[in-house]
Protein backbone atom coordinates (compact mmCIF):
# COMPACT_ATOMS: atom_id res chain seq x y z
CA UNK A 1 0.00 0.00 0.00
CA UNK A 2 1.20 3.34 -1.38
CA UNK A 3 1.72 6.33 1.70
CA UNK A 4 1.37 9.87 1.89
CA UNK A 5 4.63 10.26 2.35
CA UNK A 6 5.96 8.12 -0.55
CA UNK A 7 4.11 10.62 -2.99
CA UNK A 8 5.36 13.66 -1.37
CA UNK A 9 9.33 12.62 -1.70
CA UNK A 10 8.44 11.56 -5.39
CA UNK A 11 6.77 14.66 -6.26
CA UNK A 12 9.90 16.71 -4.64
CA UNK A 13 11.68 15.34 -7.72
CA UNK A 14 8.96 17.48 -10.04
CA UNK A 15 10.15 20.77 -10.93
CA UNK A 16 8.68 24.17 -11.54
CA UNK A 17 8.40 24.41 -15.73
CA UNK A 18 9.15 27.60 -15.44
CA UNK A 19 11.60 27.66 -12.65
CA UNK A 20 13.68 24.35 -12.80
CA UNK A 21 15.57 24.35 -9.41
CA UNK A 22 12.22 24.66 -7.10
CA UNK A 23 10.39 21.40 -6.65
CA UNK A 24 6.64 22.07 -7.01
CA UNK A 25 6.35 20.69 -3.23
CA UNK A 26 8.43 23.42 -2.10
CA UNK A 27 6.65 25.73 -3.88
CA UNK A 28 3.88 24.92 -1.71
CA UNK A 29 1.57 24.11 -4.37
CA UNK A 30 0.71 20.16 -3.78
CA UNK A 31 -2.43 20.71 -1.54
CA UNK A 32 -3.96 17.36 -0.89
CA UNK A 33 -2.73 13.34 -1.61
CA UNK A 34 -5.73 10.89 -1.12
CA UNK A 35 -4.55 7.23 -1.63
CA UNK A 36 -7.40 4.84 -1.65
CA UNK A 37 -7.44 0.68 -0.58
CA UNK A 38 -6.85 0.03 -4.02
CA UNK A 39 -3.71 2.22 -4.55
CA UNK A 40 -5.67 4.39 -6.71
CA UNK A 41 -3.64 7.92 -5.67
CA UNK A 42 -5.61 11.51 -6.21
CA UNK A 43 -3.38 15.01 -6.28
CA UNK A 44 -4.69 18.54 -6.57
CA UNK A 45 -3.06 21.09 -6.95
CA UNK A 46 -3.49 25.08 -6.42
CA UNK A 47 -2.22 27.57 -8.64
CA UNK A 48 -0.09 30.06 -8.27
CA UNK A 49 -1.70 32.47 -10.65
CA UNK A 50 -5.31 31.84 -11.82
CA UNK A 51 -3.42 32.70 -14.94
CA UNK A 52 -0.23 30.61 -15.41
CA UNK A 53 0.16 28.83 -18.42
CA UNK A 54 2.22 26.20 -16.93
CA UNK A 55 -0.97 25.13 -14.78
CA UNK A 56 -1.86 21.81 -17.78
CA UNK A 57 2.11 21.49 -17.84
CA UNK A 58 2.27 20.88 -14.37
CA UNK A 59 -0.58 18.48 -14.31
CA UNK A 60 0.82 16.42 -16.46
CA UNK A 61 4.63 16.46 -14.99
CA UNK A 62 2.95 15.38 -11.51
CA UNK A 63 0.51 12.71 -13.25
CA UNK A 64 3.88 11.16 -15.34
CA UNK A 65 5.76 11.10 -11.88
CA UNK A 66 3.36 9.16 -9.70
CA UNK A 67 2.38 6.49 -12.34
CA UNK A 68 6.09 5.38 -12.22
CA UNK A 69 5.82 4.35 -8.33
CA UNK A 70 5.42 0.21 -8.09
CA UNK A 71 2.13 -0.80 -7.25
CA UNK A 72 -0.02 2.40 -8.20
CA UNK A 73 -3.17 1.92 -9.61
CA UNK A 74 -5.48 4.90 -11.48
CA UNK A 75 -4.15 8.50 -10.80
CA UNK A 76 -6.13 11.74 -11.11
CA UNK A 77 -4.41 15.04 -11.20
CA UNK A 78 -6.43 18.02 -10.56
CA UNK A 79 -6.46 21.85 -9.62
CA UNK A 80 -8.30 22.86 -7.43
CA UNK A 81 -8.61 26.41 -5.78
CA UNK A 82 -10.20 25.51 -2.56
CA UNK A 83 -6.64 26.01 -0.69
CA UNK A 84 -5.34 29.41 -2.02
CA UNK A 85 -1.89 29.88 -2.74
CA UNK A 86 0.37 32.72 -1.49
CA UNK A 87 3.79 32.98 -1.29
CA UNK A 88 4.11 32.51 2.27
CA UNK A 89 3.65 28.85 1.56
CA UNK A 90 6.78 28.30 0.27
CA UNK A 91 9.17 26.30 2.09
CA UNK A 92 12.66 27.69 3.65
CA UNK A 93 14.29 25.16 1.15
CA UNK A 94 12.33 26.02 -1.87
CA UNK A 95 13.62 29.93 -1.19
CA UNK A 96 16.93 28.60 -1.15
CA UNK A 97 16.28 27.01 -4.40
CA UNK A 98 14.97 30.22 -5.76
CA UNK A 99 18.09 32.21 -5.28
CA UNK A 100 20.12 29.24 -6.82
CA UNK A 101 18.13 30.31 -10.10
CA UNK A 102 19.25 33.95 -9.41
CA UNK A 103 15.82 35.04 -8.36
CA UNK A 104 15.23 37.12 -5.37
CA UNK A 105 12.84 34.49 -2.71
CA UNK A 106 9.21 36.85 -1.67
CA UNK A 107 9.52 37.92 1.70
CA UNK A 108 7.05 36.88 4.14
CA UNK A 109 3.90 39.15 4.39
CA UNK A 110 1.70 37.59 6.89
CA UNK A 111 -1.19 38.26 4.25
CA UNK A 112 -0.79 42.18 3.47
CA UNK A 113 0.96 43.43 0.19
CA UNK A 114 1.70 47.11 -0.59
CA UNK A 115 4.42 48.59 -2.88
CA UNK A 116 7.11 48.85 0.01
CA UNK A 117 7.52 44.96 0.42
CA UNK A 118 7.79 44.98 -2.86
CA UNK A 119 10.91 47.08 -3.42
CA UNK A 120 12.91 46.47 0.04
CA UNK A 121 14.36 43.09 -1.56
CA UNK A 122 18.17 42.01 -1.64
CA UNK A 123 19.80 41.81 -4.73
CA UNK A 124 19.96 38.12 -5.53
CA UNK A 125 23.76 38.23 -6.65
CA UNK A 126 25.80 40.70 -4.50
CA UNK A 127 23.14 40.60 -1.44
CA UNK A 128 23.02 44.28 -1.46
CA UNK A 129 19.80 45.91 -0.20
CA UNK A 130 20.72 49.22 -2.29
CA UNK A 131 17.68 47.97 -4.93
CA UNK A 132 14.91 49.78 -6.70
CA UNK A 133 11.97 48.24 -7.87
CA UNK A 134 11.19 48.94 -11.79
CA UNK A 135 8.27 46.99 -12.54
CA UNK A 136 5.66 44.85 -10.15
CA UNK A 137 5.16 42.98 -13.40
CA UNK A 138 8.35 40.76 -15.23
CA UNK A 139 8.38 38.35 -17.93
CA UNK A 140 5.81 35.89 -16.01
CA UNK A 141 3.25 36.32 -13.84
CA UNK A 142 5.40 36.03 -10.59
CA UNK A 143 8.17 37.58 -10.97
CA UNK A 144 8.53 41.48 -10.76
CA UNK A 145 11.38 43.27 -12.09
CA UNK A 146 14.35 45.30 -10.31
CA UNK A 147 17.74 46.64 -10.19
CA UNK A 148 20.46 46.61 -7.84
CA UNK A 149 22.66 50.21 -7.68
CA UNK A 150 25.49 48.12 -6.15
CA UNK A 151 26.52 45.87 -8.96
CA UNK A 152 24.78 47.38 -11.46
CA UNK A 153 22.27 44.49 -12.48
CA UNK A 154 19.33 43.77 -13.37
CA UNK A 155 17.49 41.01 -11.18
CA UNK A 156 13.97 39.58 -10.99
CA UNK A 157 12.14 38.80 -7.68
CA UNK A 158 9.44 35.68 -7.46
CA UNK A 159 6.58 38.00 -6.07
CA UNK A 160 5.25 38.35 -3.05
CA UNK A 161 1.07 37.19 -3.22
CA UNK A 162 -1.16 37.74 -0.65
CA UNK B 1 -28.94 29.81 -9.15
CA UNK B 2 -30.21 31.94 -12.04
CA UNK B 3 -29.06 34.81 -9.53
CA UNK B 4 -25.58 33.56 -8.71
CA UNK B 5 -25.42 32.34 -12.67
CA UNK B 6 -25.85 36.15 -13.44
CA UNK B 7 -23.32 37.29 -11.26
CA UNK B 8 -20.98 34.80 -12.47
CA UNK B 9 -21.27 35.56 -16.20
CA UNK B 10 -21.32 39.18 -15.86
CA UNK B 11 -17.89 38.44 -13.50
CA UNK B 12 -16.18 36.27 -15.71
CA UNK B 13 -17.38 38.06 -19.18
CA UNK B 14 -15.60 41.58 -17.77
CA UNK B 15 -12.19 39.47 -16.79
CA UNK B 16 -12.18 38.21 -20.82
CA UNK B 17 -13.33 41.49 -22.06
CA UNK B 18 -11.09 43.87 -20.83
CA UNK B 19 -8.69 41.16 -20.47
CA UNK B 20 -8.42 40.84 -24.19
CA UNK B 21 -8.46 45.13 -24.57
CA UNK B 22 -5.65 45.04 -22.12
CA UNK B 23 -3.79 42.60 -24.58
CA UNK B 24 -3.96 44.91 -27.35
CA UNK B 25 -0.80 46.81 -25.67
CA UNK B 26 1.25 43.69 -25.78
CA UNK B 27 4.05 44.90 -29.05
CA UNK B 28 2.59 48.83 -28.78
CA UNK B 29 3.03 49.72 -24.89
CA UNK B 30 4.62 53.31 -24.60
CA UNK B 31 7.65 51.76 -22.36
CA UNK B 32 8.77 48.24 -22.23
CA UNK B 33 7.50 48.00 -18.37
CA UNK B 34 4.30 49.27 -19.61
CA UNK B 35 3.88 46.73 -22.45
CA UNK B 36 4.88 43.79 -19.96
CA UNK B 37 1.97 45.32 -17.21
CA UNK B 38 -0.66 45.08 -19.81
CA UNK B 39 0.15 41.99 -20.75
CA UNK B 40 0.74 41.08 -17.82
CA UNK B 41 -2.73 42.21 -16.30
CA UNK B 42 -4.41 40.86 -19.09
CA UNK B 43 -2.84 37.32 -18.55
CA UNK B 44 -4.22 37.76 -15.30
CA UNK B 45 -7.64 38.80 -16.08
CA UNK B 46 -8.10 36.02 -19.00
CA UNK B 47 -6.97 33.19 -16.42
CA UNK B 48 -9.52 34.80 -13.90
CA UNK B 49 -12.09 34.41 -16.59
CA UNK B 50 -11.21 30.80 -17.21
CA UNK B 51 -11.49 29.36 -13.46
CA UNK B 52 -15.36 31.27 -13.33
CA UNK B 53 -16.82 30.00 -16.36
CA UNK B 54 -14.66 26.65 -14.85
CA UNK B 55 -17.80 27.11 -12.11
CA UNK B 56 -20.41 27.69 -14.18
CA UNK B 57 -19.78 24.80 -16.25
CA UNK B 58 -20.21 22.56 -12.72
CA UNK B 59 -23.71 24.11 -12.87
CA UNK B 60 -24.83 23.03 -15.96
CA UNK B 61 -23.14 25.98 -18.30
CA UNK B 62 -21.43 24.64 -21.63
CA UNK B 63 -17.54 24.26 -21.63
CA UNK B 64 -15.61 27.20 -20.69
CA UNK B 65 -14.06 27.06 -24.32
CA UNK B 66 -17.38 27.49 -25.74
CA UNK B 67 -18.29 30.15 -23.05
CA UNK B 68 -15.23 32.35 -23.94
CA UNK B 69 -15.45 31.91 -27.65
CA UNK B 70 -19.04 31.21 -29.43
CA UNK B 71 -21.02 33.83 -27.94
CA UNK B 72 -22.30 36.81 -30.06
CA UNK B 73 -22.41 40.33 -28.61
CA UNK B 74 -25.70 40.17 -27.46
CA UNK B 75 -24.89 36.96 -25.07
CA UNK B 76 -22.28 38.70 -23.20
CA UNK B 77 -22.86 40.17 -19.73
CA UNK B 78 -19.65 42.66 -19.83
CA UNK B 79 -20.20 46.52 -19.29
CA UNK B 80 -19.41 49.25 -21.60
CA UNK B 81 -16.52 50.21 -20.31
CA UNK B 82 -14.51 46.92 -20.66
CA UNK B 83 -15.68 46.48 -24.90
CA UNK B 84 -14.56 50.15 -26.10
CA UNK B 85 -11.38 50.08 -28.07
CA UNK B 86 -8.34 50.30 -26.02
CA UNK B 87 -7.97 54.37 -27.42
CA UNK B 88 -4.69 55.86 -26.25
CA UNK B 89 -2.69 55.11 -23.39
CA UNK B 90 -4.18 57.62 -20.78
CA UNK B 91 -7.62 56.15 -21.85
CA UNK B 92 -6.65 52.52 -21.23
CA UNK B 93 -4.83 52.96 -18.19
CA UNK B 94 -7.82 55.16 -16.05
CA UNK B 95 -10.24 52.07 -17.25
CA UNK B 96 -8.18 49.60 -15.93
CA UNK B 97 -7.89 51.84 -12.73
CA UNK B 98 -10.92 52.10 -12.44
CA UNK B 99 -12.15 48.79 -13.29
CA UNK B 100 -9.51 47.05 -11.13
CA UNK B 101 -10.87 48.47 -8.06
CA UNK B 102 -14.54 47.57 -8.82
CA UNK B 103 -13.59 44.41 -9.37
CA UNK B 104 -10.67 44.14 -6.01
CA UNK B 105 -13.68 45.55 -4.14
CA UNK B 106 -16.02 43.43 -5.18
CA UNK B 107 -13.87 40.07 -4.64
CA UNK B 108 -13.18 41.14 -0.86
CA UNK B 109 -17.31 41.30 -0.54
CA UNK B 110 -17.59 38.30 -2.35
CA UNK B 111 -14.81 36.25 0.28
CA UNK B 112 -17.90 36.39 2.89
CA UNK B 113 -19.99 34.84 0.12
CA UNK B 114 -22.31 31.68 1.51
CA UNK B 115 -21.15 30.26 -2.47
CA UNK B 116 -18.22 28.36 -0.68
CA UNK B 117 -16.46 27.73 -4.20
CA UNK B 118 -16.74 31.74 -5.59
CA UNK B 119 -15.78 32.30 -1.95
CA UNK B 120 -12.35 30.00 -2.21
CA UNK B 121 -12.03 31.84 -5.83
CA UNK B 122 -12.62 35.23 -4.61
CA UNK B 123 -9.76 34.73 -1.90
CA UNK B 124 -7.50 33.90 -4.80
CA UNK B 125 -8.36 36.98 -6.96
CA UNK B 126 -8.14 39.64 -4.95
CA UNK B 127 -4.52 38.70 -4.23
CA UNK B 128 -3.47 38.77 -8.01
CA UNK B 129 -5.70 41.80 -8.89
CA UNK B 130 -3.58 44.17 -5.32
CA UNK B 131 -1.48 44.49 -8.16
CA UNK B 132 -3.51 45.77 -10.61
CA UNK B 133 -4.60 48.24 -8.56
CA UNK B 134 -1.43 49.45 -6.96
CA UNK B 135 -0.28 49.98 -11.01
CA UNK B 136 -3.31 51.82 -11.93
CA UNK B 137 -3.35 53.95 -8.58
CA UNK B 138 0.91 54.84 -8.72
CA UNK B 139 0.69 55.90 -12.63
CA UNK B 140 -2.32 57.86 -11.90
CA UNK B 141 -0.76 59.87 -8.98
CA UNK B 142 2.61 59.88 -11.16
CA UNK B 143 0.76 61.08 -14.86
CA UNK B 144 -1.78 63.24 -12.79
CA UNK B 145 1.03 65.18 -11.00
CA UNK B 146 3.66 65.24 -13.23
CA UNK B 147 3.29 67.86 -15.53
CA UNK B 148 0.10 70.37 -17.30
CA UNK B 149 0.17 68.01 -20.39
CA UNK B 150 -0.14 64.35 -18.60
CA UNK B 151 -2.48 66.11 -16.15
CA UNK B 152 -4.68 67.06 -19.22
CA UNK B 153 -4.50 63.82 -20.73
CA UNK B 154 -5.32 62.01 -17.73
CA UNK B 155 -8.22 64.20 -17.06
CA UNK B 156 -9.74 63.92 -20.48
CA UNK B 157 -9.48 59.95 -19.96
CA UNK B 158 -11.50 60.52 -16.28
CA UNK B 159 -14.31 62.57 -18.56
CA UNK B 160 -14.22 59.67 -21.01
CA UNK B 161 -14.20 56.95 -18.49
CA UNK B 162 -16.69 57.90 -16.04
CA UNK B 163 -20.29 57.14 -17.20
CA UNK B 164 -18.66 54.05 -18.52
CA UNK B 165 -17.73 53.04 -15.28
CA UNK B 166 -20.68 53.96 -13.46
CA UNK B 167 -21.83 51.25 -16.03
CA UNK B 168 -20.47 48.63 -14.06
CA UNK B 169 -22.64 48.81 -11.29
CA UNK B 170 -25.94 48.35 -13.36
CA UNK B 171 -28.11 46.57 -10.94
CA UNK B 172 -29.39 42.59 -12.05
CA UNK B 173 -33.05 41.34 -11.73
CA UNK B 174 -31.52 39.51 -9.12
CA UNK B 175 -30.23 41.80 -6.09
CA UNK B 176 -32.74 41.23 -3.80
CA UNK B 177 -32.12 37.48 -4.29
CA UNK B 178 -28.23 37.62 -3.61
CA UNK B 179 -28.47 39.40 -0.46
CA UNK B 180 -31.58 37.21 0.58
CA UNK B 181 -29.45 33.97 0.01
CA UNK B 182 -25.80 36.09 0.78
CA UNK B 183 -24.68 35.37 -1.96
CA UNK B 184 -23.61 38.81 -2.55
CA UNK B 185 -24.27 42.68 -1.00
CA UNK B 186 -25.35 43.93 -4.33
CA UNK B 187 -24.15 46.61 -7.18
CA UNK B 188 -25.27 49.67 -4.95
CA UNK B 189 -23.04 48.48 -1.95
CA UNK B 190 -20.17 47.97 -4.52
CA UNK B 191 -20.54 51.43 -6.41
CA UNK B 192 -20.49 53.08 -2.54
CA UNK B 193 -17.42 51.50 -1.38
CA UNK B 194 -15.79 52.07 -4.51
CA UNK B 195 -16.55 55.74 -4.50
CA UNK B 196 -14.49 55.88 -1.15
CA UNK B 197 -12.12 53.93 -2.41
CA UNK B 198 -10.79 55.89 -5.54
CA UNK B 199 -12.75 59.45 -4.47
CA UNK B 200 -9.22 59.97 -2.65
CA UNK B 201 -7.14 58.78 -5.27
CA UNK B 202 -8.13 61.13 -7.50
CA UNK B 203 -7.73 63.89 -5.28
CA UNK B 204 -4.16 62.87 -4.77
CA UNK B 205 -3.65 62.59 -8.22
CA UNK B 206 -4.98 66.19 -9.00
CA UNK B 207 -8.24 65.19 -11.27
CA UNK B 208 -11.39 66.36 -11.00
CA UNK B 209 -14.67 63.95 -11.04
CA UNK B 210 -17.21 64.78 -13.08
CA UNK B 211 -20.21 67.11 -11.61
CA UNK B 212 -22.77 64.88 -10.27
CA UNK B 213 -25.53 66.28 -12.52
CA UNK B 214 -23.44 64.65 -15.71
CA UNK B 215 -23.38 61.12 -14.48
CA UNK B 216 -25.33 59.06 -16.55
CA UNK B 217 -24.29 55.40 -16.02
CA UNK B 218 -23.63 53.80 -19.41
CA UNK B 219 -26.63 50.87 -18.56
CA UNK B 220 -26.98 47.56 -20.83
CA UNK B 221 -24.51 45.55 -21.16
CA UNK B 222 -25.25 43.42 -18.59
CA UNK B 223 -28.56 42.66 -20.76
CA UNK B 224 -26.69 41.96 -23.52
CA UNK B 225 -27.36 45.68 -24.92
CA UNK B 226 -23.94 46.70 -26.05
CA UNK B 227 -21.86 49.47 -27.47
CA UNK B 228 -20.96 48.73 -31.87
CA UNK B 229 -17.49 47.92 -30.70
CA UNK B 230 -17.94 44.35 -28.77
CA UNK B 231 -19.24 42.50 -31.82
CA UNK B 232 -16.06 43.02 -34.16
CA UNK B 233 -13.65 42.63 -31.09
CA UNK B 234 -15.25 39.04 -30.13
CA UNK B 235 -15.50 38.48 -34.18
CA UNK B 236 -11.33 38.88 -33.98
CA UNK B 237 -10.57 37.13 -30.75
CA UNK B 238 -12.49 34.01 -31.53
CA UNK B 239 -11.42 33.98 -35.57
CA UNK B 240 -8.82 31.44 -34.91
CA UNK B 241 -11.07 29.53 -32.42
CA UNK B 242 -14.25 29.04 -34.93
CA UNK B 243 -11.86 28.06 -37.73
CA UNK B 244 -11.82 24.23 -35.92
CA UNK B 245 -13.60 24.56 -32.90
CA UNK B 246 -12.96 20.97 -31.75
CA UNK B 247 -9.58 21.30 -32.56
CA UNK B 248 -6.66 20.08 -29.82
CA UNK B 249 -4.37 22.57 -28.44
Known amino acids: MLTKPQILEALTEVM ?12 GIVTGIEI ?53 MITDHGRQMLLKHGLAPPPKHHGYIELDI ?45 | MQALK ?8 DQLIIG ?14 EDIAFSSMAQDKIGQAQALYKLLHT ?61 NIAKKYRGEIKYHVMHGSTWLKQLGNANEDSNQKMQQALAGCWNL ?8 PYETDLQKENIFEGETALKDRWLETISPIIGKASLKLPPHNEWTPAFGGRTGNHTLHLQPMLDEMTEVYKIDPSAEW
Open chain 2, 20 to 33: HRNSEWTGLGPILE
Open chain 1, 36 to 88: NEINDVSVTLTPTFSGCPALQVMEDLVRAKVQTLKGVGKVKVETSFDIQWNSD
Open chain 1, 16 to 27: DPEIPTISLVDL
Open chain 2, 6 to 13: ELLYKMAD
Open chain 2, 59 to 119: MGEQEPDVLGFMRNAEQMHCCHLVEVPISNYAFSLMRNFLHSHAELIRFEMLTGSICQPLA
Open chain 1, 118 to 162: LSDVACPQCGSRNTDMRSPFGPTLCRSLHYCKNCLQGFEQFKPVA
Open chain 2, 165 to 172: ALGIFEPS
